[in-house]
């Protein structure tokens, strides 16, 4: 069975840095393109940032851009999202995902990210 | 940036149909997907390609797509429909949410 652990979300002060990171199992992970998406308390999905399958491609929503790097280990099976100039709106659950167009669906249980002083 | 819009809310008795609408400028030339989430979960994949429904999710879903418009059906909803739908798409530059659809079923 293809599962996504999510781990790495906390407490953090605006300003701040995080490093989430994405563990995956049960699939072909080199063979797979990524997402993280995220959703503030209450409110709906946000895509943040998609790789391709080799890392060569990535793509970034216009409020992180700058400020998130999203990376990939194949021989580890890992995701990760570098997380700088953390602000009060990042905080928010972070799944990472699996894109739909790629025939698979499948999203890890999620990993809270609070910002705040 | 690019937007796919939603109703923020859609209310049916249970038995009756539930359309879901979902407008992008973009529509007409990439597919749509939806998304069920229901409270305290994870996603779940209802609808891909415009219309194609994945193992395991009920015959009720359906989807359609024209234009610039694309639409979530449940046919004969039921109580355990009750939940949080969005649709999902992509444009040249990364990939959109819709804002999301509350599904009330009472």
């Known amino acids: 069975e293809a599962q996504l652990v999510e781990s790495g979300g906390g407490l953090v002060q605006p300003g701040g840095s995080l490093r989430l990171s994405c563990t995956a199992s049960?699939?072909?992970?080199?063979?797979?393109?990524l997402n993280w998406v995220r959703q503030a308390p209450g409110k709906g999905l946000e895509w943040v940032s998609y790789?391709?399958?080799?890392?060569?491609?990535?793509y970034y929503a216009d409020s992180v851009k700058g400020r998130f790097t999203i990376s990939r280990d194949n021989g580890r099976n890992t995701l990760y999202l570098q997380m700088n100039s953390l602000r009060d709106e990042d905080t928010a659950v972070y799944y990472c995902?699996?894109?739909?167009?790629?025939?698979?669906?499948?999203w890890g249980q999620g990993t809270t990210v609070i910002v705040s002083s | 940036s690019y937007e796919l819009t939603q109703p923020p809310s859609v209310s049916v008795s249970p038995g009756q149909t539930a359309r879901i609408t979902c407008s992008g400028d973009?529509?007409?030339?990439?597919?749509v997907y939806w998304y069920q989430q229901k409270s305290g979960q994870a996603p779940v994949l209802v609808i891909y390609?415009?219309?194609k429904r994945p193992s395991g999710i009920p015959e009720r879903f359906s989807g359609s797509s024209s234009g610039t418009m694309a639409t979530l059906t449940i046919s004969g909803a039921q109580v355990e429909d009750e939940a949080d739908y969005y649709c999902?798409?992509?444009?040249?530059?990364?990939?959109?949410f819709g804002g999301g659809t509350k599904l009330t079923v009472l």
């Open positions: 390609n415009d219309n």
């Open positions: 973009a529509l007409p030339e990439k597919y």
């Open positions: 790789i391709s399958s080799s890392g060569d491609n990535k």
């Open positions: 999902y798409s992509t444009d040249s530059s990364g990939q959109v």
């Open positions: 995902a699996s894109p739909p167009s790629t025939g698979m669906d499948v």
């Open positions: 049960g699939f072909t992970f080199s063979t797979y393109s």
